[in-house]
């Protein structure tokens, strides 16, 4: 069996993976709704606005008052 000679670092695996995000519309990843504020976040992903994620807050967001 062929063996790989060199490892792919973790910085060339990104920049392809990146790439491959770029190429066409299909591959871009979905934008779904944060089911907490309503505002637009990426899957599997801490909203940004209000820091909920999957139903419990996990950053507290400081507020417009304080």
């Known amino acids: 069996m ?3 000679k060199r490892r792919r670092g973790p910085a060339r695996t ?3 993976r990146s790439a491959w995000m770029r190429k066409s519309g299909a591959n871009a990843p ?3 709704a944060c089911k907490a504020c309503g505002a637009p976040k990426l899957p599997h992903r801490i909203c940004m606005t209000c820091g909920v994620y999957r139903g ?3 950053v507290a967001k400081k ?3 304080d």
């Open 2 to 4: 062929a063996l790989q």
């Open 14 to 16: 990104a920049q392809q």
């Open 30 to 32: 979905m934008v779904q």
């Open 56 to 58: 419990e807050v996990v």
């Open 63 to 65: 507020s417009a008052e």
